[in-house]
């Protein structure tokens, strides 16, 4: 009776075990874990995962080659804005080389212009003593028509 009561205890034991360690996890538990309905489950989430993630994955690409494309797109614009700079800068140079150019000719005409002026004011006070000694030259010429009058006047009296 001792052997009869000693398997069922041990029976029990090991019952219980199997028992304890029933999951709906089909890799873990033991002999009596085994669900075929719990497998199916775990199967059809790990493969909505994996959908889920296939689908994530392309997103990620197009998301990727858009990001590219757009890179792609901005460097291009970039060159050309460069370029534009460069011919920008290139043409501001050439406008400062005007400019400085420009100055040193409207100084050399503006020095061109004094001494026009210089000239003129020179010529007109030349012009202004001739004027004044033609005056003059007029008034020695009445004064000596006039002293000729006289002398001839008195030598005919």
């Given at each position: 009776?001792?052997?009869?009561?000693?398997?069922?205890?041990?029976?029990?034991?090991?019952?219980?075990?199997?028992?304890?360690?029933?999951?709906?996890?089909?890799?873990?538990?033991?002999?009596?874990?085994?669900?075929?309905?719990?497998?199916?489950?775990?199967?059809d989430d790990r493969?909505?995962?994996?959908?889920?993630?296939?689908?994530?994955?392309?997103?990620?690409?197009?998301?990727?080659?858009?990001?590219?494309?757009?890179?792609?797109?901005?460097?291009?614009?970039?060159?050309?804005?460069?370029?534009?700079?460069?011919?920008?800068?290139?043409?501001?140079?050439?406008?400062?080389?005007?400019?400085?150019?420009?100055?040193?000719r409207t100084d050399?005409?503006?020095?061109?212009?004094?001494?026009?002026n210089l000239k003129?004011?020179?010529?007109?006070?030349?012009?202004?003593?001739?004027?004044?000694?033609?005056?003059?030259?007029?008034?020695?010429?009445?004064?000596?028509?006039?002293?000729?009058?006289?002398?001839?006047?008195?030598?005919?009296?």
């Amino acid at each position: 009776m001792k052997i009869v009561y000693i398997i069922m205890l041990l029976s029990a034991f090991m019952l219980s075990l199997g028992c304890q360690t029933t999951t709906t996890d089909p890799r873990k538990g033991g002999l009596f874990s085994y669900n075929p309905e719990a497998y199916e489950k775990r199967l059809d989430d790990r493969r909505r995962i994996k959908t889920d993630l296939e689908r994530q994955n392309v997103e990620i690409q197009q998301e990727s080659r858009k990001r590219e494309s757009d890179y792609s797109t901005k460097q291009a614009e970039q060159d050309i804005i460069a370029k534009q700079v460069a011919s920008l800068d290139e043409e501001l140079d050439n406008v400062k080389k005007s400019i400085a150019d420009i100055t040193v000719r409207t100084d050399l005409q503006k020095h061109a212009k004094w001494k026009i002026n210089l000239k003129l004011k020179n010529l007109q006070n030349k012009l202004g003593d001739n004027e004044r000694k033609e005056h003059d030259l007029k008034e020695l010429k009445k004064e000596l028509d006039n002293l000729l009058e006289e002398a001839e006047a008195l030598s005919n009296l």
